[in-house]
């Protein structure tokens, strides 16, 4: 399987197919999200979830990353929405969103074949 490494980018042409990729290389994962805002501090928006999807809505300018959906467990998908993103980076086992305020959304994996 080949998988995304280390790429940022702030075309937002390439954020589409790259979150669409990180989706697929990561379904199945349990993910953590925390806000890294440079105002209020840094925040954990949700912990231990599992991963459904992120994508780029360039209609209305929005990086969406939805925990939840796919089991009993987690029935109901919630989505955290990035307003005006400005950069978007990929590492193996993170993401990080950076919004035009310059608050950062980092979104780290947790393999589902290495969770207890």
């Known amino acids: 399987m080949v998988t995304v490494t280390e790429i940022t980018?702030?075309?937002k042409t390439e954020w589409a197919p790259l979150l669409?990729?990180?989706?697929?290389?990561?379904?199945?994962?349990l993910i953590t999200i925390e806000l890294l805002d440079p105002t209020y501090g840094d925040l954990h928006e949700a912990?231990?979830?599992p991963f459904a999807y992120a994508s780029y809505d360039p209609r209305d300018d929005v990086v969406v990353v939805a925990v939840g959906g796919k089991s009993p467990g987690y029935p109901v998908v919630l989505r955290h929405i990035i307003s005006r993103p400005t950069e978007v980076s990929v590492s193996g086992a993170a993401a990080r969103v950076v919004d035009s305020e310059g608050t950062a959304t980092l979104v780290s994996f947790l393999s589902a074949a290495t969770t207890p």
């Open 9 to 11: 980018t702030a075309d």
């Open 20 to 29: 669409e990729r990180l989706t697929k290389d990561h379904e199945g994962d």
């Open 47 to 49: 912990e231990r979830l």
